[in-house]
């Protein structure tokens, strides 16, 4: 299983899309965006669920599928 950082840096690779375009098309700041891609759920900087939802929205993945990447229990309230 693809942790977050794994999981971002694949899907964006595979959509020729940029830390800048993905902010485009989620409103999450560019630099927030480079740390998950960079250090994942684990690093300094923890996704919220709101921003987790809005990524595989942009990234067309299951929302189950990033959540799970970023280890947060599918189903339970952050």
Not at 7 to 21: F, G, N
Not at 33 to 61: K, N, S, W, Y
């Amino acid at each position: 299983m693809a942790d977050l950082r794994e999981l971002l840096q694949t899907t964006m690779r595979r959509r020729h899309l940029t830390a800048q375009a993905l902010a485009d098309r989620t409103g999450i700041r560019t630099p927030r965006i480079r740390t998950f891609a960079t250090d994942g759920a684990g690093g300094p900087v923890h996704p919220t669920e709101q921003e987790l939802a809005e990524l595989a929205d942009a990234l067309g993945l299951p929302l189950p599928e990033v959540l799970s990447a970023a280890e947060v229990p599918v189903g339970v309230p952050t």
